[in-house]
């Protein structure tokens, strides 16, 4: 792909799971960036819309990822909100990261398409870092993994495939009216990860399938935000239905390259001694 001419990049969710990782190839580039996060200077914050028009002036591109998730309550109309600002301020460019499977977040992509500017949407599937990086982490720690999901396959992808072809969008050409659809090369249920992982580590963890009632239970146990708890019986109880049990090839298209397997993600993760 030909490199774009550079243009000042907001990077939201920028010390986030895709964020952060954006952040550090567009700076390896020299490419000019700005950090969308509530500790930023200036400041963003999703639910301070008064911080909003500040972080966007002088950009011409932005990297969108949405918190908690594009899901939520409200996430339309925020999301909508937000363009309309970004469009007016200049921006040139928006890069949304979306979810697989969601509704809602498909309902944002099309307030991203009907914006008037260029745009990419990345459709990511079920993460690869939630198993190190997220809730997942202390369960796999303790050698018990407990979650209301059965025989279900999920293409888990790996975050720094999905900043890859975020980087890709917003610094090269003949990434623009593309919908990248970012899946792992195959299905995994969420008892073959873990037994995967298992065994690299050559630690005992054990998988059990339990009742989504009994898992929110657990969550409030310990202390899980209420808000957190919904998101996660949305996407456990709809989202992991079946309806994603596919591969994509976003990664591919976008990349030139096939997305990473999920073996080498558990090589190179188990390596930092993190699931010890």
Known sequence: MIEKTAGKTLVLGGTGKTGSRIVQRLTERGWPLRIGSRSAKPGFDWENRATWKTALEGMDSVYIAFQPDLAVPGAVETIRSFVEIAVKTGVRKLVLLSGRGEPEAEECERVVMGSGTDWTILRASWFNQNFNEGYLLEPLQSGYVALPVGAIGEPFIDVED?????????????????????????????????????????????????????????????????????????????????????????????????????SEYIRRTAATGVWD
């Open 162 to 262: 999905i900043a890859d072809v975020a980087v890709a969008a917003l610094t090269e050409e003949g990434h623009t009216g593309q919908l990248y659809e970012l899946t792992g090369p195959r299905l995994l249920t969420f008892e073959e990860a873990v037994t995967e992982i298992a065994a690299a580590t050559g630690r005992p963890i054990h998988y059990e399938s339990i009742p989504m009632a009994d898992y929110a239970s657990m969550l409030v146990e310990y202390d899980v935000p209420e808000e957190f708890v919904g998101l996660l019986r949305y996407l456990f109880t709809e989202v992991l239905d079946g309806r994603n049990a596919s591969v994509a090839d976003g990664v591919e298209r976008a990349l030139g390259r096939k997305p990473t397997d999920f």
